[in-house]
């Protein structure tokens, strides 16, 4: 089942043309391309790693700004920002939250065919049911 892109509220967008390569790498995999599968690994683990980037910049705004090595500010910001991402990248290469593993399971698990379209408008999705299907 291909990737389609994925846009939550305050959730930033991940790096431009992931999901197209995490399709493409998955297809690789399917048809048998050698380092397609360290490929995917490594795309499925840098979304991994902007996820969790993302997670401890969150948590981070909940803590309140009290002195400390720098003032708050943009300098403060900056430093915050570069130890998420190295935190992120860490986490994510020691084996991450388990996102990367699952990501990568379902990108490479043998896709079945799609059905035949019921409806005749080029949709795979199920006609509607009628009130006297549904009892």
Known sequence: MPLEPLVLPHIPAPPAGLAQRLNALAQSVQTGEPEARAGLHRACTMLETHFVSWLLREMRQTIPH???????????????????????????NAGGIGLARALEAQLT???????ADPTGT?????PPRTPAESR
């Open 109 to 115: 698990r043998p896709r079945a065919p799609r059905p």
């Open 66 to 92: 009290e002195d400390g090595l720098l003032p708050h500010g943009p300098p403060q910001e900056t430093a915050d920002q570069l130890f998420d991402d190295a935190l992120a990248k860490a986490v994510a």
């Open 122 to 126: 080029g949709s795979t999705a199920s």
